[in-house]
Every structure is written in structure tokens, then in C-alpha cells.
């Protein structure tokens, strides 16, 4: 299975002040057909996950344009330009490349200051 | 607006079984993958299970296959879970999520509250 390691653990933002998160995956994450199976969720307290960012970069529906996501390869990053308290949580990055074997990272714990 | 309402989890004892459903609705259920992802109290996700569209192909992590197994009927818009030989590692909230595609599917684009399933003697 591809390992997707996430740093770091956890992440104390004031609100207004940016964020990033890393996730490097331990194989490629371009397919074939162009495309890289990078996915961002967030996690907040008490519920399920809810998908922020697809294929690396293109935010989903509704999600604000203060997320954005970046890389290549086996490196990426998620980055919040101005944190929010309704964005706590734990992000997780997700890869799809292997499937059956997906495989999520471990986790980011976000709070604020 | 998409609903998945997961139901079936519960106690059992360590080599028990139970079975999982998922109430699908909002969407053209039959034309999407489905899947099955738990988490543990306190840790990360994990993907469990996945079945295409029409039920034809299935997918199993390595740390469930043998023991579940997937299955949907389209004609009641409902996933299932049926989980055999349970083991304590079992213990989790077992998520039911939407996939973006009937087949080729990449990611999960809606997911249900979840259903705990605890194994302890």
C-alpha cells in the first residue's frame, strides 16, 4: 500500500493567520492518464469527514477560496490563507492512486489559538 | 441533498458477526460506488470496502478480506456490510460514503454520521 506520512501532527493558528499542511505519499501519485489522486478532507469535531480538495488542487463545491492546495508527485501541501474557528479539526490527506488500497494519512489536528 | 444513514453496529462478542446498512438517498444510487471506511476512537480513517455501481466489482482492504464482505441492492437504494469473525481490531465508527463515479471512481464526495461496532467479550 502507498504510506501517506502527514506533518505536522498538530497546528495552534491564531484566526486570520495562515496554515500548511504536508503530505508526502511513499510512491507517485500521477496516473497514467494525467492525472495525480491527491484528496484533502477535514474532519471537524463529532462529525464526518467532508472533502475540501480534489486531484491536488481543485476545491469542491462550497469550500471556501481561502483553501488551496498545491504539488506534484509524492509532495503536497494544503494551505489556509486566513484561519477561521469554524476551521478546526483534523485534515487528513487521501490517495486514490491504489485502488483497492487507498490509503489515508494520519492526520492533522488544527486548533486555535 | 445526499443522505446516508448508517445502521446495524452494536456489541459482539470476538468472533461474532453483524451486519452493516446503509439508507441511501438525494442521488441516482444505482449510479454511483460505494464504499465503507472506519475509524477507530481516536485514530485516523481507514478504508475498508468498496463496491461499483452496479455491484458487479468489489474491493476489500487487506485487513477485512476473507472475514466481509460488501454488497448493495439498487432496488432498495441500500448498502451492506456483513462482518464475520470479528476481532477486538474491529472496534470502530464504520462510515457508509458516496464515491464521485459508478466505476473508475476516484474519491468520496458524501459520507453518513457512522455506526459504532464495539467487539469485547
Known amino acids: 500500500d502507498i504510506v501517506m506520512t502527514q506533518t505536522p501532527l498538530s497546528l495552534s493558528v491564531t484566526p486570520g493567520q495562515p496554515a500548511s499542511i504536508s503530505c508526502k505519499s511513499s510512491q507517485s501519485l500521477l496516473h497514467s492518464d494525467g492525472k495525480t489522486y491527491l484528496y484533502w478532507y477535514l474532519q471537524k469535531p463529532g462529525q464526518p469527514p467532508q472533502l475540501l480538495i480534489y486531484e491536488v488542487f481543485n476545491r469542491f463545491s462550497g469550500v471556501p477560496d481561502r483553501f488551496s492546495g498545491s504539488g506534484s508527485g509524492t509532495d503536497f501541501t494544503l494551505r489556509i490563507s486566513r484561519v477561521e474557528a469554524e476551521d478546526v479539526g483534523v485534515y487528513y490527506c487521501m490517495q486514490s492512486r491504489q485502488l483497492p488500497g487507498l490509503t489515508f494519512g494520519g492526520g492533522t489536528k488544527v486548533e486555535i489559538k | 441533498e445526499v443522505q446516508l444513514l448508517e445502521s446495524g453496529g452494536g456489541l459482539v462478542q470476538p468472533g461474532g458477526s453483524l451486519r452493516l446498512s446503509c439508507a441511501a438517498s438525494g442521488f441516482s444510487f444505482g449510479g454511483y460506488a460505494m464504499s465503507w471506511v472506519r475509524q477507530a476512537p481516536g485514530k485516523g480513517l481507514e478504508w475498508v470496502s468498496s463496491i461499483s455501481g452496479s455491484g458487479t466489482t468489489t474491493y476489500y482492504a487487506g485487513s477485512v478480506r476473507g472475514r466481509f464482505a460488501i454488497s448493495r441492492d439498487n432496488s432498495r437504494n441500500t448498502l451492506y456490510l456483513q462482518m464475520n469473525s470479528l476481532r477486538a481490531e474491529d472496534r470502530a465508527l464504520y462510515y457508509c460514503?458516496?464515491?464521485?463515479?459508478?466505476?473508475?471512481?476516484?474519491?468520496?464526495?458524501?459520507w453518513g454520521q457512522g455506526t459504532l461496532v464495539t467487539v469485547s467479550s
Open positions: 460514503a458516496k464515491t464521485n463515479r459508478g466505476y473508475n471512481w476516484n474519491y468520496f464526495d458524501s
